[in-house]
């Protein structure tokens, strides 16, 4: 029986382990990361690919630091034939990459060479891209930049955001990785290297990312909010607070109209002007210390007082 140490982080991973489960693979143990506060109350939260772990009944170990740590001698003394990582969130150190007589497998959520780095689904939204996809690549040293696998190609709607993206890919990726670790485990896969010359790079989101530039194109401004949907969210500034937006459309602008500028309170939406003749029609969005809600709410309270030709930004 094949052994495979599994290593893994969100939701997009769990549903990996559980097929390397059902499919017979042994798992001497899970790696993820460690339990983390979450929310406003800080509650500490164990990871969901933890959670399943548990739920199989597997070892779990949640390294801080995984280089140089106690469990990083365990895993290697375990003596895998491969590893499997799937959205882990930390680089692998070479003596682990070199420990399975196998190698270690990492399930990409883009088409390498694009996309290498941490925030590949994201990336791919706020680009405007109408497709992306998973790759399945051996590990090397340098993130993201080992030998080609598999491949498999999804569409990205017009309105898709990162969670509904996120979610199928997971499921995309898989299936993908249960069609290819048979011919890896006979030493019978492709192994197609990269061409680093055509390699783009998606890392992690911050905070730069997430503030609205009004005067960017409208589509463009669309693209980024439902690709920081539902998390951590697109922002913009309002009577000097942070105000979230997290639903939205293009529609016609006004003529002479600013970059930012309300157009509109009409109709249950908030309209703001973007800096090509275009506009954001913005219909849910999340005032500074509140929940989410529709805009259509928020008007009829907290911003009852706004008005056209009030500024965003």
Request: net charge negative.
């Amino acid at each position: 029986m094949t052994r495979i140490i599994f290593m893994g982080t969100p939701d997009f991973s769990a549903p990996v382990l559980r097929m390397l489960i059902e499919e017979g693979y042994e798992v001497p143990a899970v790696v993820t990361q460690p339990d983390r506060p979450v929310g406003r109350k800080r509650i500490l939260t164990p990871p969901p690919v933890k959670e399943e772990a548990l739920r199989l009944g597997l070892p779990v170990l949640q390294p801080e630091k995984l280089r140089g740590s106690t469990e990083l001698d365990e895993i290697i003394a375990l003596a895998p034939d491969l590893v499997v990582t799937a959205a882990y969130g930390q680089i692998l150190p070479n003596e682990l990459l070199d420990a399975p007589r196998l190698g270690c497998l990492n399930v990409h959520a883009s088409l390498l060479p694009e996309y290498r780095g941490g925030a590949p689904i994201h990336q791919a939204i706020i680009d405007g891209c109408t497709e992306t996809g998973v790759t399945i690549m051996y590990m090397a040293e340098k993130l993201d930049a080992g030998d080609i696998i598999s491949q498999i190609r999804v569409p990205i709607g017009p309105d898709d955001d990162t969670g509904e993206l996120f979610q199928r890919l997971s499921e995309a990726g898989t299936r993908l990785l249960k069609e290819t670790l048979p011919s890896v485990v006979a030493g019978e896969n492709d192994r197609i290297p990269q061409d680093h010359s055509r390699a783009t790079f998606a890392g992690n989101i911050g905070r730069e990312q997430e503030k609205i530039d009004w005067s960017m194109p409208a589509a463009s401004v669309h693209n980024q909010i439902r690709g920081l949907r539902p998390w951590p969210g697109a922002f913009t500034e309002h009577e000097g607070k942070t105000m979230k937006i997290w639903r939205s459309e293009t529609v016609p602008g006004r003529k002479g109209a600013e970059p930012g500028e309300v157009i509109s309170v009409k109709g249950g939406a908030i309209t703001v002007q973007a800096g090509d003749g275009h506009a954001l029609r913005i219909t849910e969005l999340q005032p500074s210390g509140k929940k989410r809600m529709d805009a259509a709410g928020f008007l009829n309270g907290a911003g009852a007082s706004l008005a056209e030709g009030v500024r965003f930004g």
